[in-house]
């Protein structure tokens, strides 16, 4: 174990993962004298994927953990020209190819600089500034976790991805839970330099959010890097199984993506040819067919893709991580704090708040696990292309994630604790 135990009462946490999840889980801890050692198999802060964006409940989040993470958020962030995140019919409009004859389905106003998007890598690289480096060992590869009596003050929180170690080790190695399924969904991504897609499609088509619509594929198109690069997530519906057990990936080409698009509008199978020549599918895989049956044993605890990978579809993935770390923040917090002067056991304590972020995060991750698998259905029209459903859908949907109340939610986490903490200390009464 990582730590020297001493007399005093300072809880000790092991993440595992030093992605976005870890890194931010990281610094709300140490931000609160809660000693921290973060694990990583690769050789440095490393993140799999270009774009993301984070909607107000994630922004709001970051905001509770450590106000310097939503700081660097923003040092990152790109902000919209518009405050609009607009869904687009781009399989029935006519010939036009700055879009201006796409059919509308539905624009949801974001708010001043709502939803902005950033490179996952250089929003890791600002959080890996605020995470002292003799609190991370790279190059570490998990293999099993063993409970000892001496470790009492031990949480081990996994952080480890769709293809979580820790969550194997939560639920058991046979347990259909402990891995992910696919979703029959595969995406090619790419980044566009500006400059080239502005002059394919215009100011119009590249300064915002928007989703193309349409028979058997969609695309998401939003500017990261400081609106120097054009992200693109174009996807592909695939009724067949993925091929490859060992990795989540496997070579592709444009012209795939090409024939993917071949009957959508002008306008996204321009955006299409813009992609470079090779292309990787990036199978979408999910935890929506075996959702897990609960993030705790012992004093292990999953957090973020590891708990509950959800497909990308509402672009909210990253933001529940978020929501999950500042509910484990705030609970690991009242452990330390109560250490202080608890007549129970460090076990206790530390049972009684993996307990209570399981009541609190498990029905809502698993919500999104399913509307992401749904939405993604929903674009590509395999529950109908009738507009007006289509657009009530994802407006409830979308509000659902984004209004979420992270106050709200810290404060029935709180009470939450506490009232179980009452019920120990009645049954030492008796």
């Known amino acids: 174990m990582p730590f020297m135990l001493d007399e005093q009462p300072t809880l000790n946490v092991a993440i595992v993962g030093g992605g976005i999840a870890g890194a931010v889980l990281a610094i709300g801890l140490i931000n609160r004298g809660i000693n921290v050692k973060l694990y990583e198999r690769a050789r440095d802060f490393s993140e799999v994927g270009a774009g993301l964006g984070f909607t107000p409940n994630a922004e709001w989040a970051m905001k509770v953990i450590d106000p310097l993470i939503h700081v660097a958020f923003k040092k990152v962030a790109v902000q919209n020209s518009t ?87 939560v639920l058991g190695e046979d347990h259909p839970a402990a891995y992910p399924g696919y979703s029959h969904k595969y995406a090619f991504r790419g980044l566009i330099p500006m400059e080239k897609a502005v002059e394919v499609l215009g100011e119009k088509r590249t300064a915002s959010r928007f989703m193309h619509l349409g028979q058997g594929a969609h695309a998401l198109t939003f500017p990261v890097a400081g609106g120097t690069l054009l992200n693109v997530v174009a996807f592909v519906n695939d009724p067949e199984e993925w091929p490859h057990s060992e990795k989540l990936t496997s070579t592709g080409t444009k012209q795939e993506a090409v024939n993917a698009f071949k009957h959508f509008a002008p306008t996204t199978r321009a955006i299409i040819d813009l992609l470079p020549e090779k292309l990787d599918r990036w199978a979408i895989f999910d935890t929506f067919d075996n959702p897990a049956p609960t993030y705790v044993k012992g004093r292990m605890v999953l957090m973020g893709d590891a708990a509950h990978a959800s ?23 009242m452990v330390q704090s109560e250490m202080q002067h608890s007549k129970h056991t460090m076990s206790d304590l530390l049972r009684l708040a993996l307990a209570t972020y399981d009541q609190v995060r498990l029905d809502r991750s698993h919500w999104l696990v399913e509307t992401s698998r749904y939405v993604g259905e929903l674009y590509e029209w395999q529950h109908g292309s009738d507009p007006v459903k289509i657009s009530r859908e994802i407006d409830w949907r979308a509000r659902k994630i984004w209004a979420y109340n992270i106050e709200e939610m810290s404060r029935l986490t709180k009470e939450n604790f506490t009232r179980r903490l009452w019920k120990l200390d009645e049954a030492l009464l008796y």
């Open 83 to 169: 405050d609009w995140f607009t869904w687009i019919d781009s399989y029935t409009a006519n010939e036009a190819t700055d879009g201006s004859n796409d059919e509308l389905i539905y624009n949801m106003y974001l708010g001043e600089r709502g939803f902005e998007g950033c490179h996952r890598a250089q929003f890791l690289d600002e959080l890996a500034k605020l995470i002292p480096r003799q609190c991370v060992e790279f190059r570490k590869n998990l293999r099993t976790i063993e409970e000892r009596g001496e470790d009492q003050k031990m949480v081990v929180v996994g952080c480890d991805g769709i293809r979580s170690r820790v969550r194997q080790l």
């Open 311 to 333: 497909s990308p579809h509402h672009g909210a993935g990253a933001g529940m991580c978020i929501e999950d770390a500042a509910a484990l923040v705030g609970l690991l917090q």
